[in-house]
Each structure stands twice: as C-alpha cells, then as structure tokens.
C-alpha cells in the first residue's frame, strides 16, 4: 500500500479536521502519499482529489468543522455512482481510504467494498455517540461541553425572570448528549427516548419542584424524545395545564456541532488517525477504529452500523436522585 486516500461524510463534528491531519502526518511518517477527497462521496466519484502532507494539515488540529467539506452523495447510492468512484480511485493510484462518518458513512463504505474489495477502514464522527463499538464518537465530547456551557447561560436567565426553560439538545435516536449534558448542567428533568418518562410524571415532576420552592427549572430534551410530537408541543401543554409557570423553549440546534474541538477529541482524533492508518497498512479493512475502556479497538463495519450504543444505566439513576 503506497497511496490512501481521506474524505469526510455526513454530518460534521468536531474534531474531523484533527483526524484528516493525523491521518496525513501518520501516512508521512510510514513515507507513503495521502490524498484527501472533497466533499466525501461525491468528491470520490467526481475524483476532486487534492495531495495531503505533512505541512499542508497544518494549523488545523484546533479547527471545527471539516476542511474537505462534506456531502451527502445519492449519486454514490447507484451501482453506476460506485463503479465511477471506483474508476477515479483506481486513475489516481489509491490503495485504501478512511471514512470519517456515521452509519450512512460506514454503509457505504461497507458496500463500496462488497462490490470492488476496496480496503476501507472507518473513524466514527458524529456527536451523537451512536455508533456501536466505541465508548467515545469523534466530536461527542465537544458537543456535550458546548451543550453545557449552553444551558449555564440559560439557566442565568431562568432564575433572573422565574422562568421554566425547555431545552432541546441533538440526538434523534439516543440520548447520550441529553442525559450526560443534563446531569452537568443540572437539570430539573431529562427527557430522552431511551426512557419514556410520559406527561404525567413530568407534570408531576414539575409541581413538586414548585412546591419545594424552585422558582425556575430546566428541563433537557434530546430531539428523539417520544412524550409530544415536538419540545414545543410540551410547552404548550404546560401553559395549559401548569399556569404558575411562566414556559421559554430554547433548541440550540446545530451550534452544538460547530467550534473548536475540546483536548479530549483533539488526542481522540490523533489517535484513530494513526490507527486507522496502520491497520491499513496492516492488511485490516472493513473495521471501525474505536476506543473500548481507552483502548484503541477494531470493529466489524457491520457490527458497528447494526448494533445499538447503550445509554449509561447508572447515570440515569444518579440523573433521577440529582433532580430530587
């Protein structure tokens, strides 16, 4: 393997930049070429290639977002899309690729390399943390301190005016970022879809806050929560059913995925760069670099898009004396 190849796919986190650099600098050191691919899937099958070395990452660790842009491809999605990818790949000379993704990412490559026995090997970014396979996704750690730092300046305004905040946090499936962002910020309540909590216990809730004498309260609500069709949904049932409570919505949307990439994904991303890399070299494809008790790990691309992530148990339960 003398030439591998980059791209970035499907919703940006932070943290992909510092992982687009490690992947180059570990190529430069095992002196073979890199090869960074524009706007993901798209780019591959257009052949928007550009050379990455050492010097050319440069002043990027601390960058968010993705420098290679990224795109949703329903081009790469056909049999025809995958066999032009597969033909620009082969022009240029490229040997394996990491995708830095999600699910859709992953299948894609999972495909890709069904069809073609292309070496592909994965880095899970995504702030969600939703991938199976990994304790930590590239950028959840920087979602969840952005989330934080978020609803600490809320929570000034709910005590200055009385006020009961409904939060919206990101995460439509899981509610790793609702649970975790909530128990440090210090929530009222957390509603995720992992658990049903239902109307009536979060009324129920809501009056003993007030008759404990809380004058404000934040509840945190991951996007994928079941109990109303939306956050604003539960406001107006509150409005109408709890008077004393003077209700604001916030959904701080997607200023939880931009920013400067916190120490803890900046080393994660280094760290599955290099990895990455040399399993490439190693003859290893179709795994999902991850970490496992801080132990950089290889997961079966199919594994990892097929399993569930597990919300954290325990934190529920520290969640639930928390807010009593």
Not at 39 to 67: C, H, M, Q, W
Not at 94 to 103: F, N
């Amino acid at each position: 393997m003398q030439k591998i190849a980059v791209l970035t796919s499907g919703g940006d986190s932070p943290g992909m930049n510092a992982a687009i650099r490690s992947v180059a600098r570990t190529c430069a050191y095992h002196k073979i070429e890199c090869v960074g691919v524009f706007r993901g899937y798209e780019g591959l099958i257009d052949g928007d290639f550009v050379p990455l070395d050492a010097r050319s990452v440069r002043g990027i660790i601390n960058k968010g977002g993705t420098f290679l842009k990224s795109a949703r491809s329903k081009r790469f999605m056909t049999p025809e899309g995958r066999a032009e990818a597969y033909k620009q790949l082969m022009a240029s000379d490229i040997d394996g690729i990491v995708l830095i993704g999600g699910d859709g990412t992953f299948t894609g490559g999972l495909v890709f390399n069904s069809e073609y026995d292309f070496p592909v090997m994965g880095i899970p970014g995504t702030i969600d943390n939703d991938i199976n396979g990994t304790d930590r996704t590239l950028g959840y750690d920087t979602a969840l301190n952005t989330a934080v730092e978020a609803i600490d300046k809320i929570r000034d305004t709910a005590h200055s005016h009385d006020r009961l905040f409904f939060v919206e946090v990101m995460g439509r499936d899981v509610g790793h970022i609702a649970l975790n962002a909530g128990v440090g910020a210090g929530a009222e309540e957390i509603l995720i879809p992992e658990e049903d909590m239902g109307i009536d216990r979060l009324v129920e809730s809501l009056e003993r806050s007030k008759k404990s004498g809380k004058s404000s309260s934040i509840v945190i609500v991951a996007e994928g929560d079941k109990i109303g069709k939306s956050v604003f949904e539960l406001k107006d049932y509150v409005d109408q059913n709890l008077e004393e409570y003077d209700v604001r919505v916030s959904v701080l949307g997607h200023m939880q995925r931009g920013g400067s990439p916190t120490c803890y994904d900046r080393v994660l991303a280094s760290r599955m760069g290099v990895k990455a890399v040399e399993a490439l070299l190693e003859g290893q494809s179709n795994f999902m670099v991850g970490t496992t008790h801080d132990k950089m790990t290889l997961t079966p691309l199919e594994k990892a898009i097929k399993g569930e992530s597990k919300i954290n148990k325990e934190l529920i339960r520290v969640s639930d004396i928390m807010t009593t």
